[in-house]
């Protein structure tokens, strides 16, 4: 009977390593690398819209922000270093030492060290879920109170100047919707939850909402313009970068203003004349005191303009 039952356990578990867990299948990354800066090559995840017209990166050696956005073969996110991606950021001006600062949690990190991608998981192509444990972007020159210093590598940061973490977390997942316009077919959808782990105040934040475009991308699109404007009076904030007056080729981001409601809201531009590029920001201002969790959602949109603000003016 021993033999027997031994006999069926062994033979069950040869079953179970001929037939792999679909679930375990499911959810594996398509991974690739990608070079920023001469030399550094960075580990990537990659998806895709079910059309197969656009492929992002979401880079995994520098948070988990998106260094490549392509649409129909074609770049449209900036992707020098960690500065100029896709990504969100978050800013709060202290005025605790001997000059004021802004104390700078960024997705990416900070420039010489990169902020760690803790977690990851996919569907396949289709969708990602990634966890960000965020550096200060500027060094702790706002003088934070409580500084961590970065631990990179596995060792106690030691560079010049310091690397510092942040008691801030984000989770981004990133999913693809449909665009009823058609074209392109689909448009990317980034759900952010942004977490303190800190039971702390430390006042408003503003939220920064940051995209990157290379320099060739030269005509600016906002939508409601002339803001701030109160969160109560329009349903979402939109802006991006077109290569052409007619800017029918280009990139847009947008939030519904709902993402803080009693607030306002805002979009502004920049061009980086020393790294060459082009940047939009959506934003807005709020705190996160105490432990506490506050849900993000935002909008990636490639293709013309025109379609990108029907789009954002159905947002709610």
């Known amino acids: 009977m021993r033999d027997s039952l031994l006999f069926t356990v062994v033979f069950a578990a040869g079953l179970c390593a001929q037939q792999p867990d679909k679930e375990a299948v499911r959810v594996g990354c398509q991974t690739t ?14 998806i895709k819209d079910p059309a197969g017209e656009q492929t992002v990166l979401f880079d995994t050696t520098s948070g988990g922000a998106i260094v490549s956005f392509r649409y129909k073969g074609e770049e449209h996110t900036w992707g020098w270093n960690g500065g100029g991606l896709l990504q969100m950021a978050f800013h709060n001006s202290m005025n605790r030492g001997p000059w004021a600062g802004d104390y700078n949690p960024t997705q990416a990190g ?36 409580k500084p961590l210093i970065a631990v ?42 942004f977490t303190h782990i800190a039971d702390e105040k430390i006042g408003p934040f503003g939220y920064d909402f940051a ?18 404007c109160p969160s109560s009076s329009t349903n979402y904030m939109a ?36 790294w060459r590029n082009r940047n939009f920001h959506l934003g807005s201002r709020e705190a996160l005191d105490g432990i506490a969790q506050k849900k993000l959602v935002w909008y990636v949109m490639t293709g013309s303009w025109e379609n990108a603000l029907k789009f954002a003016r159905t947002l709610q």
């Open 239 to 274: 802006g991006g970068w077109y290569k052409d007056q007619a800017r029918t080729t280009g990139l847009a981001v947008a939030m519904p203003s709902s993402n803080f409601p009693n607030n306002q809201v805002h979009g502004g531009f920049n061009s980086d004349y020393m």
């Open 211 to 228: 995209n990157y475009m290379p320099w060739e991308f030269d005509v600016r699109a906002v939508s409601p313009e002339n803001c701030p």
């Open 110 to 145: 900070d420039g010489s060290a990169f902020s760690p991608v803790v977690g990851v998981a996919c569907k396949g192509t289709e969708s990602i879920t990634l966890l960000t444990m965020m550096l200060d972007f500027n060094h702790n020159n706002g003088f934070y109170e």
């Open 152 to 193: 990179w590598g596995g060792r106690v940061n030691d560079m010049f100047p310091l690397s510092y973490s942040s008691p801030y977390m984000l989770e981004t997942r990133a999913s693809w919707v449909p665009n009823p316009a058609g074209a392109p077919k689909y448009y990317l959808k980034l759900e952010e939850y």
């Open 33 to 46: 690398t990608f070079q920023m800066q001469p030399g550094q090559v960075d580990h990537a995840v990659v």
